[in-house]
T-cell receptor, first 114, second 116 residues
């Protein structure tokens, strides 16, 4: 089955630093998404990407859909303490009728030191 | 704006007992999903409903698991004869009907199950 490799597993940074994390897949996806999960809560969608090469921003967050359709990265600029959480990449493949399933990575745990 | 609501938030049970979780999706969303998340992992797809029809079940969903959405609104997930390996966070999500695409899932806060 499809697997997503997300790196790094964890990051510990100082407030104000920029952060970069990425996700690679053994197979292609039609859509890449980035979610953030805080303790005791469900994931919340941050950014959705629909075309190879697409670069999309949401405030201090920027994500790109890799040209090969097998990877994506997420950048966070000027991190703040509330950026703390687990960031998940997720891919969606349009495969016949099964285009509703998301495959998630294992997450990147981000800790921001004030 | 009421989001996806899940009850209970936490459930502790003894091995062999049956448990049932409830999910109330966002009211206008006709698509509903169950995912399972274990510690250190991302959510894994379990099952999908469009209105009241269960359109797919993952192989992760053994015969002890059953999900229903009888009136196309709330959904229940039942686990019979629970095992310690069932301990996980069970997440429900919903997404809006067509013409909206279905990749933008709105997740609830989950039900954390601990099987002793």
């Amino acid at each position: 089955g499809q697997q997503l490799n997300q790196s790094p597993q964890s990051m510990f940074i100082q407030e104000g630093e920029d952060v970069s994390m990425n996700c690679t897949s053994s197979s292609i996806f039609n859509t890449w998404l980035w979610y953030k999960q805080e303790p005791g809560e469900g994931p919340v969608l941050l950014i959705a990407l629909y075309k190879a090469g697409e670069l999309t921003s949401n405030g201090r967050l920027t994500a790109q859909f890799g040209i090969t359709r097998k990877d994506s990265f997420l950048n966070i600029s000027a991190s703040i303490p509330s950026d703390v959480g687990i960031y998940f990449c997720a891919g969606q493949l349009y495969s016949g009728g099964s285009n509703y399933k998301l495959t998630f990575g294992k997450g990147t745990l981000l800790t921001v030191n004030p | 704006d009421t989001g996806v609501s899940q009850n209970p938030r936490h459930k502790i049970t003894k091995r062999g007992q049956n448990v049932t979780f409830r999910c109330d999706p966002i009211s206008e969303h006709n698509r509903l999903y169950w995912y399972r998340q274990t510690l250190g992992q991302g959510p894994e797809f379990l099952t999908y409903f469009q209105n009241e029809a269960q359109l797919e079940k993952s192989r992760l969903l053994s015969d002890r698991f059953s999900a229903e959405r009888p009136k196309g609104s709330f959904s229940t997930l039942e686990i019979q004869r629970t095992e310690q390996g069932d301990s996980a966070m069970y997440l429900c999500a919903s997404s809006p009907p067509p013409p909206a695409t279905n990749e933008k899932l709105f997740f609830g806060s989950g039900t954390q199950l601990s099987v002793l």
